[in-house]
């Protein structure tokens, strides 16, 4: 059975990058979607990212041009480049693949 693990979340300042990584045990993420979501607090789940089997890529509109999904060569693990974060995306950051979730990592924004 698949297992993920995200990491990489932290805390930063407004206008600062994160990278954050998804790793995946039990087999690789080559041939499936994987995609990142969000919740930040008091908020519902958001859709932040995917990376399609096809290779294709989609994103949010408020994360277009600063945010990029991508993955390793191996499709061991899926990153998710954030630059120029603020304050609103305050959030834990998940990744999904074939309804396995990881737990999760916690990123913070101060302005």
């Known amino acids: 059975q698949v297992q993920l693990l995200e990491s990489g979340g932290g805390l930063v300042h407004a206008g600062a990058s994160l990278i954050l990584s998804c790793s995946a045990s039990?087999?690789?993420?080559?041939?499936?979607?994987v995609t990142w979501y969000r919740r930040a607090p008091g908020k519902e789940r958001e859709f932040v990212a995917v990376?399609?089997?096809?290779?294709?890529?989609y994103y949010t509109n408020s994360v277009k041009g600063r945010f990029t999904i991508s993955r390793n060569a191996a499709q061991e693990t899926v990153y998710l480049e954030m630059t120029s974060l603020n304050n609103e995306e305050t959030a834990m950051y998940c990744c999904?693949?074939?309804?396995?979730w990881g737990p999760g990592t916690q990123v913070t924004v101060t302005s």
């Open positions: 999904n693949m074939e309804k396995n």
């Open positions: 990376s399609k089997k096809s290779g294709q890529t």
């Open positions: 039990g087999r690789t993420f080559c041939g499936y979607p």
